[in-house]
């Protein structure tokens, strides 16, 4: 590793744990925000020993770099399913276990370790699962919600930049190179997963982090030939200046991110004691649709009467009744949503469907229960 390629992996060290503390809070829930933190745990866990192995030159560093490289796609799938609530195929979880397992055995056996052939399998391994998790994403992004459609198309977009970067790796393919890839691709998945922790996940807005990146670096490379620098080191600039560029975005991003809980509940609070008010009082609220007669006329009265007595329904599953668990993610395939929000009930139940964040839906869930509580007790 060069002094470039150390500094590159330093500053996508540091974003890894600012985005992973950023995570922090919600990742005691669980769920999707449980998955993301054990990603970016693995990342920055990755790059560190990195970083070591280049200090040390010590093959137990090395063994160790190839074990979280070999585990990080178990991992990513594991989120990928978390996302649109799916399990992968069979084939894919069982390849992603495996590979997991006998890289790790690999790892141990030090006479082996990154030699050719083993760099190559490694290669493969990581391109099939990630791919495999691309697919996954694509085919089951219709059966979620739009927030969280948003953020499965915002993993598969990081996959796709993220991938070419991560060949780069591999001296043997791309010999010659001044720095590798690894980092910016490890930018680009701590971007994306930023993006994921705030209420703006959309995959142009990942874009547009990734073009402040690449105008940072241009301008940086523009003063550096102004300043007569050296050939060799206006790249070597340019690329610290992308990198850095990344590191100030999700510092600023997550310094600013606003309280957990503080904004539905805070709207709600300033909103006169009226449903409509109470209803039109937060965006995600105001943007809700109401499940029509029509999409309840298909099941049984028992069923809809059953589902009335929760004043939230999601998707997790019902200890009490598999029919139950059915009919609910059935009803929220329909409308695209996360959630339903039970309204206070006439001559018949009434819910309206929310498409909640993919971050943190236990926190969304527990607000929308106040909401449908305090709903009830208006005159």
């Not at 919600?26 to 920055?44: F, Y």
Request: proline content about 6%; hydrophobic content about 60%.
């Amino acid at each position: 590793m060069t002094a470039i390629g150390a500094l590159l992996t330093a500053i996508g060290l540091l974003a890894a744990l600012v985005a992973r503390a950023g995570v922090a809070g919600a990742a005691r829930g669980g769920g999707v925000a449980g998955h993301l933190a054990r990603l970016l745990t693995l990342i920055a866990l990755l790059l560190g020993l990195r970083l070591l192995g280049q200090a040390l030159a010590s093959p137990v560093a090395v063994a160790a770099t190839m074990v979280v490289a070999a585990w990080l796609p178990l991992v990513t799938l594991r989120l990928a399913e978390e996302l649109v609530r799916r399990h992968a195929s069979r084939i894919v979880k069982l390849l992603a276990l495996a590979g997991a397992g006998a890289f790790t055995l690999l790892s141990v056996t030090f006479g082996l370790v990154w030699t050719g052939p083993a760099l190559i399998a490694l290669a493969l391994f990581q391109a099939a699962v990630m791919a495999a998790i691309l697919a996954h994403l694509l085919r089951q992004r219709a059966s979620v919600s739009l927030s969280e459609r948003r953020a499965a198309d915002m993993l598969a977009l990081a996959f796709a930049l993220a991938l070419p970067l991560l060949a780069t790796d591999f001296a043997w393919a791309f010999p010659g190179l001044p720095f590798r890839g690894g980092p910016f691709a490890a930018l680009v998945f701590v971007l994306a997963c930023s993006r994921l922790a705030g209420s703006a996940s959309r995959p142009l807005r990942l874009l547009g982090d990734l073009a402040v990146m690449a105008g940072a670096g241009g301008l940086s490379a523009l003063a550096a030939q102004f300043l007569s620098a050296p050939a060799p080191m206006v790249p070597a600039i340019a690329a610290t200046a992308g990198a850095a560029a990344a590191l100030a975005l999700l510092a600023e991003r997550f310094a600013n991110a606003p309280a957990h809980g503080d904004d539905m509940l805070a709207a709600i609070a300033r909103a006169a004691p009226e449903q409509a008010a109470i209803l039109a009082a937060h965006p995600l609220l105001a943007q809700s649709v109401p499940v029509t007669d029509e999409a309840l006329a298909d099941l049984p009265q028992d069923v809809i009467a059953a589902l009335a007595t929760k004043p939230v329904i999601t998707a997790a599953r019902d200890p009490a009744s598999d029919t139950l668990t059915d009919a609910a993610r059935e009803l929220l395939a329909r409308y695209g949503a996360s959630h339903l929000l039970r309204l206070p009930t006439g001559a018949s139940p009434r819910f309206l469907a929310i498409s909640g964040g993919a971050l943190d839906e236990a926190r969304l869930t527990r607000e929308l229960t106040i909401v449908a509580r305090l709903l009830e007790r208006l005159p």
